[in-house]
């Protein structure tokens, strides 16, 4: 009524918005706007701001930590350098409509991604730097359900019975590894397809 358009139109608009997610319908009970799920293409790296934006969500993101450290053993295998050479480590909560769907935790060889420790990640994501600075070569993607431990279940606003879906990433560039992240998705809100 409100806009004036027939019940044929209505209930195409509805089937559509349906099939899209937008809406989920429940036969004797009504439509509903469905819960928010971004998802990605887990063959492609995509902008996670791009992404949200794409959806005409807002993006927002807040910064935990950016800060330099020396690798240890570990860290020396994963990112291919010497132990005791400098790296920056960073995590950021991605934000969709103000809420959390993503924790990155990344490692990043400066030598190889300059500046990578002085940008300011709630203007544009670590993603937009390290493309710009160090094209991709080759990604090393691995996938994992995990049970989240408790400090990334709480900076996700994630249930205890909740699933965490985790995508472990490599980049290399110039035949060097660039960059290791671990990106944290509360299991509801987020999936690849």
């Not at 928010?36 to 791009?50: G, R, V, Y």
């Not at 965490?164 to 590894?177: A, F, I, N, P, S």
């Amino acid at each position: 009524k409100e806009f004036d358009v027939s019940r044929m139109t209505t209930n195409r608009a509805l089937r559509e918005l349906t099939d899209e997610g937008y809406l989920v319908r429940v036969a004797g009970v009504g439509t509903f706007v469905a819960e928010l799920k971004a998802q990605s293409n887990p063959l492609e790296i995509h902008n996670i701001a791009d992404e949200i934006r794409s959806r005409h969500h807002d993006y927002s993101a807040e910064v935990l930590k950016c800060e330099p450290i020396k690798a240890n053993e570990k860290i020396a295998a994963i990112l291919n350098v010497n132990v005791g050479d400098m790296l920056i480590h960073s995590q950021v909560i991605h934000k969709e409509q103000g809420i959390p769907i993503q924790l990155e935790d990344r490692l990043v060889n400066e030598d190889i991604v300059p500046g990578y420790g002085d940008q300011d990640y709630t203007v544009d994501t670590p993603y937009a730097y390290l493309i710009k600075m160090a094209p991709l070569q080759k990604v090393e993607h691995v996938v994992k359900a995990i049970i989240a431990p408790e400090g990334i279940k709480n900076l996700l606003d994630m249930s205890d019975e909740e699933a965490c879906l985790l995508v472990e990433r490599r980049t290399w560039t110039k035949g060097r590894v660039a960059s290791t992240a671990k990106l944290y998705h509360p299991g509801s809100r987020y999936e690849l397809s």
